[in-house]
């Protein structure tokens, strides 16, 4: 019985010999070391040495007699806590396509393991995207709780411009009390706030440091890294791909990024960087059976011999890691995450060092190479040529613009209950190609279907044996780089059939008497045809709502923007909030967004805080394609704006791309001059605007928010008058400037009980919008701007509502003659989101409940 060992395993003493290994005792014993060992971080790991202190103190006091022998047993080594990098190795990688880079999306690319979070450019929209697959969120982790690390392949908006909102959203669910509406001050500076840290082309952090002056979250924590960088999951090697010209053919740069090619007098142009990935090995599996016959007890030696470690018994006798452990099978060859911007960048890839081991179809191979390369550099000889030197058996995954548009399900689900109310003013989005077509099949490849789900790869000749896929990026799709079983490419789609949507809600009698109401005022659908009458007044303006949320973003409502067709012909933009132009894309469809996008004519800007302006270069980006693929001459459009934007149009221009092409600069403050700022920008004048949108009155109204605030007012030729606060307080000369206009749409960021919050932030209260109204006498009234508590159904309990007040929802679009309709959708609207807006009223009573306490603790503190 010398190798007897007396063990306590949750409350049961377990006597161990050679002889009593059955397998329920072993079953026990693996599931305790997994627990014991390989779980040991942050609350887990202070539960399991609670869970063994309690276990120790039963023992002794349960049974003295064996006390001793258990204490003996438990204590051969202190607990230690296992390093942190050994406790966070992950046994599950996937990577998961956020962004798919096809029409109206940016590119990005999760990196996800069981602990942590990688992004792979961040592009506009890119926080909301990742907000609405249920189905990644399940079963690969694609959320961004956790996200500290985002790499950035090349220095342009399209892989950055989600920087700033990501890390607002990041902040918010960290720090909630940190939020811009809640206080102008900053919160524990230094402690609990969450960092992003950037990685990429040198200068590419200056994106977000810019963009943050713009933000009134003064918590956000963005910083750089330079070099290789390795943590417990991953080791990424950024690899430089860079354009070199002539001195003399060389464009200025700013001094700090000039490089020259030592000896043959060239000058660095421009720079992108490809990631070479490499997942850190996994830990052994510790085999139970080998353990039980070399006597390794349960506790720290376990650990020990899964990291590599030899370990003492008690008799003296040493064991080794190979004695007890069996190796996990696995595929670990690297992945690879590569730009090439243009054709001209195509020598550098070619000529990487780094890459050449993998290249000539070398037995080194890549798992699977990740291109977010744009579309015609990807489609072109020599990029396919390099794509071909790789091994076959590595897949392929193309995130660009031929590949399928991002579909935001949860507002889908969300339009097509709105869509009961009304299908004129809330009509539903457009359908958009599947992922059915998007696997490539050159003509050497074989045929190939997704979603693709194989066995796990065992060893590494059947990994070189399989042959590589080439897929196009779409909603839902991953790459199981390393799991137990389904390696390669899968997709997890989100099923939304609108129609069950609908049934599911007209089953519930109260949302159903509501509607019933309605229809008695309103109609379901549209009764008058939409050709001709090209200036009907019943008919333009036609307003769209494509963003009416404040701050950052959240799943059902965007950043500020509102496209106003004043005509057949013409088109303003109110506000232009991060990812505006996917917002028009998704409600308008691929043709019909082309078509919008040459309309318009001018975009109103009415301040500087970054939800008001972020989309600014998409969309003039974009307009400028419209353009080109419908063969017009290209008109620049007029950018209305504070002058202090020149700050950031020269900032993109002389960091990003040229830009100053694209449009015609109207400064507000028409009583300041002009000033160099050593950037060229055609300007124009507020005639110019009346002219461009047919407008006999234009007047911008300076408002009570921050420096340099602006609303607006204008009157179209057909006498239509309409007002637009921006962010502000309840203001005088906005009063003035709008009287008698025919609709005022005004922000309502706050609810009436948060008036001080609304002092604060320099924002409005719901009644105090709808008190502008009145004295502004205004015809129609839309609230807007919510704060992103309010993700579904503003609280209207309270408020005293006129007959000519509306609420402006995301994809919202109103006309002349169904303004009149708004008021009346209120209660059935109310109705149909009663659960969201029951949940939202418990939590304002426990946050009531909470600043009660907090002031009453604060007061009897004082007193004393």
Same mark, same amino acid.
């Given at each position: 019985?010398?190798?007897?060992?007396?063990?306590?395993?949750?409350?049961?003493?377990?006597?161990?010999?050679?002889?009593? !290994?059955?397998?329920?005792?072993?079953?026990?014993?693996?599931?305790?070391?997994?627990?014991?060992?390989?779980?040991?971080?942050?609350?887990?790991?202070?539960?399991?040495?609670?869970?063994?202190?309690?276990?120790?103190?039963?023992?002794?006091?349960?049974?003295?007699?064996?006390?001793?022998?258990?204490? %003996?047993?438990?204590?051969?080594?202190?607990?230690?806590?296992?390093?942190?990098?050994?406790?966070?190795?992950? !046994?599950?990688?996937?990577?998961?396509?956020?962004?798919?880079?096809?029409?109206?999306? @940016?590119?990005?690319?999760?990196?996800?393991?069981?602990?942590?979070?990688?992004?792979?450019?961040?592009?506009? /929209?890119?926080?909301?995207?990742?907000? +609405?697959?249920?189905?990644?969120?399940?079963?690969?982790?694609?959320?961004?709780? /956790?996200?500290?690390?985002?790499?950035?392949?090349?220095?342009?908006?399209?892989?950055?411009?989600?920087?700033?909102?990501?890390? +607002?959203?990041?902040?918010?669910?960290?720090?909630?009390?940190?939020?811009?509406?809640?206080?102008? %001050?900053?919160?524990?500076?230094?402690?609990?706030?969450?960092?992003?840290?950037?990685?990429?082309?040198?200068?590419?952090?200056?994106?977000?440091? +810019?963009?943050?002056?713009?933000?009134?979250?003064?918590?956000?924590?963005?910083?750089?890294?330079?070099?290789?960088?390795?943590?417990?999951?991953?080791?990424?090697?950024?690899?430089?791909?860079?354009?070199?010209?002539? #001195?003399?053919?060389?464009?200025?740069?700013?001094?700090?990024?000039?490089?020259?090619? $030592?000896?043959?007098? =060239?000058?660095?142009?421009?720079?992108?960087?490809?990631?070479?990935?490499?997942?850190?090995?996994?830990?052994?599996?510790?085999?139970? =059976?080998?353990?039980?016959?070399?006597?390794?007890?349960?506790?720290?030696?376990?650990?020990?011999?899964?990291? /590599?470690?030899?370990?003492?018994?008690?008799?003296?006798?040493?064991?080794?890691?190979? &004695?007890?452990?069996?190796?996990?099978?696995?595929?670990?060859?690297?992945?690879?995450?590569?730009?090439?911007?243009?054709?001209?960048?195509?020598?550098?890839?070619?000529?990487?060092?780094?890459?050449?081991?993998?290249?000539?179809?070398?037995?080194?191979?890549?798992?699977?190479?990740?291109?977010?390369?744009?579309?015609?550099?990807?489609?072109?000889?020599?990029?396919?040529?390099?794509?071909?030197?790789?091994?076959?058996?590595?897949?392929?995954?193309?995130?660009?613009?031929?590949?399928?548009?991002?579909?935001?399900?949860?507002?889908?689900?969300?339009?097509?209950?709105?869509?009961?109310?009304?299908?004129?003013?809330?009509?539903?989005?457009? %359908?958009?190609?599947?992922?059915?077509?998007?696997?490539?099949?050159?003509?050497?490849?074989?045929?190939?279907?997704?979603?693709?789900?194989?066995?796990?790869?065992?060893?590494?000749? @059947?990994?070189?044996?399989?042959?590589?896929?080439?897929?196009?990026?779409?909603?839902?799709?991953?790459?199981?780089?390393?799991?137990?079983?389904?390696?390669?490419?899968?997709?997890?789609?989100?099923?939304?059939?609108?129609?069950?949507?609908?049934?599911?809600?007209?089953?519930?009698? #109260?949302?159903?008497?509501?509607?019933?109401?309605?229809?008695?005022?309103?109609?379901?659908?549209?009764?008058?045809?939409?050709?001709? =009458?090209?200036?009907?007044?019943?008919?333009?303006?036609?307003?769209?709502?494509?963003?009416?949320?404040?701050?950052?973003?959240?799943?059902?409502?965007?950043?500020?923007?509102?496209?106003?067709?004043?005509?057949? *012909?013409?088109?303003?933009?109110?506000?232009?909030?991060?990812? $505006?132009?996917?917002?028009?894309?998704?409600?308008?469809?691929?043709?019909?967004?082309?078509?919008?996008?040459?309309?318009?004519?001018?975009?109103?800007?009415?301040?500087?805080?970054?939800?008001? *302006?972020?989309?600014?270069?998409?969309?003039?980006?974009?307009?400028?394609?419209?353009?080109?693929?419908?063969?017009?001459?290209?008109?620049?459009?007029?950018?209305?704006?504070?002058?202090?934007?020149?700050?950031?149009?020269?900032?993109?221009?002389?960091?990003?791309?040229?830009?100053?092409?694209?449009?015609?600069?109207?400064?507000?403050?028409?009583?300041?001059?002009?000033?160099?700022?050593?950037?060229?920008?055609?300007?124009?004048?507020?005639?110019?605007?009346?002219?461009?949108?047919?407008?006999?009155?234009?007047?911008?109204?300076?408002?009570?928010?921050?420096?340099?605030?602006?609303?607006? $007012?204008?009157?179209?030729?057909? /006498?239509?008058?309409?007002?637009?606060?921006?962010?502000?307080?309840?203001?005088?000369?906005?009063?003035?400037?709008?009287?008698?206009?025919?609709?005022?749409?005004?922000?309502? !960021?706050?609810?009436?009980?948060?008036?001080?919050?609304?002092?604060?932030?320099?924002?409005?209260?719901?009644?105090?919008?709808? %008190?502008?109204?009145?004295? +502004?006498?205004?015809?129609?009234?839309?609230?807007?701007?919510?704060?992103?508590?309010?993700?579904?159904?503003?609280?209207?309990?309270?408020?005293?509502?006129?007959?000519?007040?509306?609420?402006?929802?995301?994809?919202?679009?109103?006309?002349?003659?169904?303004?009149?309709?708004?008021?009346?959708?209120?209660?059935?609207?109310?109705?149909?989101?009663?659960? =969201?807006?029951?949940?939202?009223?418990?939590?304002?009573?426990?946050?009531?409940?909470?600043?009660?306490?907090?002031?009453? &603790?604060?007061?009897?503190?004082? $007193?004393?």
């Amino acid at each position: 019985m010398s190798h007897c060992k007396h063990v306590v395993f949750k409350d049961t003493r377990i006597l161990l010999t050679p002889q009593n !290994t059955v397998i329920n005792t072993l079953r026990q014993f693996h599931v305790y070391c997994s627990c014991r060992i390989n779980l040991t971080m942050g609350k887990k790991n202070r539960r399991n040495q609670m869970h063994n202190n309690s276990i120790r103190e039963n023992a002794t006091n349960s049974n003295p007699t064996t006390a001793g022998v258990v204490h %003996d047993e438990m204590r051969v080594r202190p607990f230690k806590k296992l390093p942190q990098p050994l406790a966070k190795i992950p !046994t599950k990688i996937n990577l998961v396509v956020i962004a798919t880079g096809g029409p109206g999306t @940016s590119r990005s690319l999760l990196v996800t393991t069981e602990y942590q979070r990688y992004m792979f450019n961040c592009g506009e /929209g890119t926080q909301r995207l990742a907000a +609405m697959s249920r189905s990644l969120r399940a079963s690969a982790y694609a959320k961004l709780a /956790g996200l500290e690390h985002v790499f950035i392949t090349h220095k342009s908006w399209e892989n950055a411009g989600g920087l700033l909102g990501m890390a +607002m959203t990041l902040e918010g669910q960290k720090n909630p009390d940190s939020k811009a509406y809640l206080t102008r %001050d900053k919160l524990h500076p230094g402690r609990n706030n969450p960092r992003i840290t950037i990685h990429g082309p040198p200068g590419v952090e200056n994106i977000a440091w +810019m963009a943050k002056k713009f933000s009134d979250h003064t918590n956000l924590n963005i910083v750089r890294h330079d070099g290789v960088f390795k943590d417990a999951a991953l080791t990424v090697t950024p690899i430089p791909v860079c354009l070199w010209a002539a #001195e003399e053919d060389a464009a200025p740069a700013p001094a700090k990024r000039q490089r020259r090619l $030592s000896g043959q007098g =060239e000058v660095l142009v421009d720079e992108a960087y490809a990631y070479l990935c490499q997942a850190q090995p996994q830990l052994p599996k510790i085999n139970v =059976e080998k353990c039980v016959e070399a006597g390794v007890t349960i506790g720290p030696m376990v650990g020990c011999l899964q990291r /590599g470690e030899s370990v003492t018994l008690d008799d003296g006798r040493v064991v080794h890691p190979n &004695q007890v452990t069996d190796l996990v099978p696995s595929d670990n060859r690297p992945f690879l995450v590569v730009e090439c911007p243009s054709l001209d960048f195509l020598p550098s890839l070619r000529q990487c060092s780094q890459l050449q081991p993998y290249l000539e179809k070398s037995d080194e191979s890549l798992a699977v190479i990740v291109h977010m390369t744009p579309a015609d550099v990807f489609k072109s000889e020599g990029y396919q040529s390099w794509m071909s030197g790789f091994h076959d058996s590595t897949d392929h995954m193309v995130i660009n613009r031929d590949a399928s548009e991002a579909d935001l399900i949860r507002v889908r689900d969300h339009q097509a209950r709105l869509n009961l109310i009304s299908q004129e003013v809330f009509p539903m989005l457009p %359908d958009f190609d599947k992922c059915a077509t998007n696997v490539v099949n050159p003509a050497d490849k074989p045929e190939a279907a997704l979603p693709q789900k194989e066995e796990g790869l065992q060893t590494k000749s @059947s990994v070189l044996n399989k042959q590589g896929q080439i897929v196009k990026a779409c909603p839902g799709l991953l790459y199981v780089y390393r799991g137990k079983e389904g390696l390669g490419f899968q997709v997890e789609l989100d099923e939304c059939n609108s129609q069950d949507i609908q049934k599911s809600y007209l089953l519930e009698p #109260e949302v159903r008497e509501q509607i019933a109401a309605l229809r008695k005022v309103v109609p379901a659908t549209s009764e008058e045809s939409t050709e001709g =009458e090209e200036e009907n007044i019943t008919r333009y303006p036609r307003v769209t709502f494509l963003g009416t949320g404040s701050s950052e973003p959240n799943m059902m409502r965007a950043q500020s923007c509102i496209v106003v067709q004043v005509s057949k *012909h013409s088109a303003v933009v109110l506000d232009c909030g991060e990812d $505006s132009y996917g917002q028009l894309y998704r409600f308008f469809g691929k043709t019909k967004s082309s078509q919008i996008l040459c309309k318009i004519k001018a975009i109103f800007i009415s301040h500087l805080h970054a939800d008001h *302006h972020l989309g600014l270069f998409s969309l003039m980006k974009e307009r400028k394609i419209a353009f080109d693929e419908s063969d017009k001459p290209f008109v620049p459009l007029l950018l209305i704006a504070p002058i202090q934007m020149r700050r950031w149009m020269r900032f993109y221009h002389q960091e990003m791309e040229k830009v100053t092409h694209l449009f015609r600069f109207v400064r507000h403050q028409v009583e300041l001059s002009e000033f160099s700022d050593g950037v060229t920008m055609e300007t124009a004048t507020f005639e110019d605007v009346k002219k461009e949108l047919n407008l006999t009155e234009y007047k911008s109204v300076e408002v009570e928010h921050c420096n340099n605030a602006f609303g607006v $007012s204008f009157t179209h030729a057909n /006498g239509f008058k309409l007002v637009y606060s921006g962010d502000t307080r309840p203001c005088d000369s906005l009063v003035a400037a709008g009287e008698d206009c025919d609709l005022l749409i005004h922000e309502a !960021t706050h609810e009436d009980s948060l008036l001080e919050n609304a002092k604060a932030s320099k924002h409005s209260t719901f009644s105090e919008a709808i %008190d502008v109204g009145k004295k +502004m006498k205004a015809k129609n009234t839309i609230l807007t701007h919510f704060s992103q508590r309010y993700t579904y159904m503003v609280p209207l309990f309270d408020v005293d509502l006129p007959q000519n007040v509306g609420v402006a929802f995301d994809n919202m679009q109103v006309t002349p003659k169904t303004l009149r309709y708004l008021p009346h959708m209120i209660p059935a609207l109310t109705s149909l989101f009663f659960q =969201e807006l029951q949940r939202f009223e418990s939590k304002n009573i426990r946050r009531v409940r909470e600043e009660a306490e907090t002031r009453s &603790q604060q007061s009897r503190a004082d $007193s004393q």
